[in-house]
T-cell receptor, first 115, second 112 residues
Framework: AQTVTQSQPEMSVQEAETVTLSCTYD???????LFWYKQPPSRQMILVIR??????QNATENRFSVNFQKAAKSFSLKISDSQLGDAAMYFC????????????FGKGTLLTVNP | DAGVIQSPRHEVTEMGQEVTLRCKPI?????LFWYRQTMMRGLELLIY????????DSGMPEDRFSAKMPNASFSTLKIQPSEPRDSAVYFC??????????FGPGTRLLVL
């Protein structure tokens, strides 16, 4: 079974500053994927970034990047130059990989961006 | 692409009534997922289909819940009879094999 833990229920950041959201996971799979999803007040679940476990290079999408530490089973999300539109609930998730497509989500971190 | 389409967006019903939620996945995607989101339990996978076949329904809470995928472009999640504790946001998501799952806008269900 997979578990995903987000230890920060809430975080805040000043506009234009950088913030890092933490996530740890546990899995018995050797081949898996990790994701960050964003859920703004509209409730839409929006994919932010994806990391394949077999890739050592950290994934990057514009202002969003991850710090993937496979041995430590850690997968943090860094948001640079934070914008007001980044305010949302952020969910870390793991997928088993192979033929196991099930996503397991953490409880989420509510990010507030202060102007 | 229109993305994953869900209907209705909001549903208010009375306890004991049948509720049917609908989902149209992204064209070409072969995996479809139903999730439920509540404050208490967070996001939970209820069931997922691959090539229209149910693969894992271990998250379906009880026999009152059923899901079907009659073809590659349509799925339903049915609750009969509904109970107040079923109130939640229900998401449908689709993916192509190991590609990321893309979520629909969700259906907010309130059972009175």
């Amino acid at each position: 079974a997979q578990t995903v833990t987000q230890s920060q229920p809430e975080m805040s950041v000043q506009e234009a500053e950088t913030v890092t959201l933490s996530c740890t996971y546990d899995t018995s799979e050797s081949d898996y994927y990790l994701f960050w999803y964003k859920q703004p007040p509209s409730r839409q679940m929006i994919l932010v970034i994806r990391q394949e476990a077999y890739k050592q290079q950290n994934a990057t999408e514009n202002r969003f990047s991850v710090n993937f530490q496979k041995a430590a089973k850690s997968f943090s999300l860094k948001i640079s130059d934070s914008q007001l539109g980044d305010a949302a609930m952020y969910f870390c998730a793991s997928e088993g990989g192979g033929s196991n497509y099930k996503l397991t989500f953490g409880k989420g971190t509510l990010l507030t961006v202060n102007p | 692409d229109a993305g994953v389409i869900q209907s209705p967006r909001h549903e208010v019903t009375e306890m004991g009534q049948e509720v049917t939620l609908r989902c149209k996945p992204i064209s070409g995607h072969n995996s479809l997922f139903w999730y439920r989101q509540t404050m208490m339990r967070g996001l939970e996978l209820l069931i997922y289909f691959n090539n229209n076949v149910p693969i894992d329904d271990s998250g379906m809470p009880e026999d009152r819940f059923s899901a079907k995928m009659p073809n590659a472009s349509f799925s339903t999640l049915k609750i009969q009879p509904s109970e107040p504790r079923d109130s939640a946001v229900y998401f449908c998501a689709s993916s192509l094999q190991a590609s990321p799952q893309y979520f629909g806008p969700g259906t907010r269900l309130l059972v009175l």
